[in-house]
């Protein structure tokens, strides 16, 4: 997946993280179908939710962080001219 792909992929998440925390701070409801657009397995609490969004957060920032570097020249590369 490319960088642009993972940065759209990350907004995407904290927005559903900032949504979750502010619904379950209101005390709403968890509906059956807000993960559905992420994951086919059927939350019940918000709390379950919230911690499905971060394991999906943290997944992308590694991703990101491992495309950042491949697609950064090493310091040993631009010296050298490789």
């Not at 559905?36 to 394991?55: C, H, P, Q, R, V």
Request: aromatic share 8%; net charge positive.
């Amino acid at each position: 997946m490319n960088e642009e792909n993972l940065k759209e992929r990350l907004a995407y998440f904290q927005q559903r993280l900032e949504e979750a925390k502010r619904r379950h701070s209101a005390k709403e409801p968890h509906p059956r179908n807000f993960d559905a657009g992420y994951t086919t397995d059927t939350f019940k609490t918000w709390g379950e939710s919230i911690a499905l969004i971060n394991e999906r957060l943290t997944s992308i920032n590694n991703q990101l962080k491992t495309a950042t570097r491949a697609s950064a020249p090493t310091q040993n590369s631009v010296q050298t001219g490789l």
